[in-house]
């Protein structure tokens, strides 16, 4: 039996033959494929105002999956704390846990997740912008002290306030700091927390990351050794000619957002493969699919293993990215659902 653990990361996306409610159902049966493989945590995205992504509200997503699952730890990848107060967001992951203890993660990250005009709207009238990148260190520092039993003590004029985000928590959620830039890596390290630097992305800077957060990394009572995990996008079937063509709709996605296209949800397999693209999409589909774990249930096993090799973790999160075709149940995804239980068969 192997080692190496595996996860789910999901941004619950949307395909053109689906409304928000087929997208939801069809993460529903992906999060309950993940707990009867034997994965071992489950997370979803914040992203807002895109037509190809349904997962806005984490902790609303994480309450739904939560209660439709049984094993698994379901979590945040991540929370955007910049676009929430700090008391907002200790409340949320507070009731989880009461709800399901010890099976709540709360990753956090620091980008908006959407456009300006989307994020302004999201702060309301206060304004809020700038000054919450620069406090982000202390809002991490607020929202784990308000989740801890004992709360936090505000000092007033006359008299010192206690403040929590439950009134009789006993555990709290297993706090995670997430980040795509060196930045991240030397906060999580000086923190003391655990770390996921998103690989995914492009697979860029991930070693350079990783190294400065262990050569930096600070102990804490809840974290006495760093601890992270490797980020990938996979698709696998029965051929790599399927993988491919199930992993292309994604791809052509990512390629209309990085050339200022504009974006709809999903594309199908065939209206993928029927698209016009330019060269400089084309460029970017080549490259993306280089990044992908693609291919049968061995050869992606053995890139999986590969990576976590080389980047020194026994631990690999996958974001299962397969279209379908025309004609699929638009409250399933088959094809996501066969990646993550190939994978199982070799790996867990």
Not at 104 to 112: E, F, M, N, S, V
Not at 167 to 176: C, H, K, T
Not at 259 to 264: E, K, R
């Amino acid at each position: 039996m192997s080692l190496l653990k595996l996860s789910v990361l999901d941004l619950v996306p949307v395909r053109t033959d689906q409304s928000s409610g087929d997208a939801i159902a069809a993460t529903v049966s992906l999060a309950r494929e993940a707990d009867r493989a034997g994965y071992t945590r489950y997370w979803v995205a914040e992203h807002h105002n895109m037509a190809a992504v349904a997962a806005t509200s984490p902790p609303v997503m994480i309450a739904h999956l939560a209660a439709h699952t049984e094993r698994i730890r379901i979590g945040s990848g991540g929370v955007m704390l910049p676009n929430h107060a700090p008391l907002a967001v200790a409340e949320q992951f507070a009731i989880l846990e009461a709800a399901h203890p010890d099976r709540i993660d709360l990753g956090i990250g620091r980008a908006p997740g959407s456009d300006p005009v989307t994020s302004m709207a999201l702060r309301g009238p206060a304004g809020r912008g700038d000054a919450d990148i620069e406090n982000f260190p202390q809002y991490l520092d607020d929202v784990m002290a308000l989740m801890e039993p004992l709360g936090v003590r505000v000092a007033l004029r006359n008299q010192d306030y206690n403040l929590r985000a439950t009134p009789a928590a006993s555990s709290s959620p297993r706090m995670w700091l997430l980040g795509s830039s060196e930045y991240s890596a030397h906060l999580a390290a000086a923190k003391g927390l655990p770390y996921v630097f998103a690989h995914h992305f492009s697979g860029q800077g991930t070693a350079e990351a990783l190294a400065i957060y262990r050569r930096e990394f600070q102990p804490s009572e809840l974290t006495p050794e760093p601890k992270t995990f490797l980020t990938i996008n996979a698709v696998v079937a029965e051929t790599a000619e399927e993988a491919e063509a199930l992993a292309l709709p994604n791809l052509l996605l990512m390629a209309r957002l990085r050339t200022g296209q504009p974006l709809g949800p999903i594309d199908l397999v065939e209206e993928a493969a029927a698209a016009k693209m330019a060269p400089q999409q084309v460029a970017l589909i080549e490259a993306g699919l280089k990044q992908t774990i693609t291919g049968t249930p061995a050869q992606a096993a053995g890139r999986i293993t590969d990576l976590a090799e080389k980047f020194d973790v026994d631990e690999v999160m996958v974001s299962p990215v397969a279209s379908a075709y025309r004609g699929a149940d638009p409250r399933q995804a088959e094809a996501r659902n066969t990646t993550l239980a190939l994978l199982a068969k070799e790996l867990l």
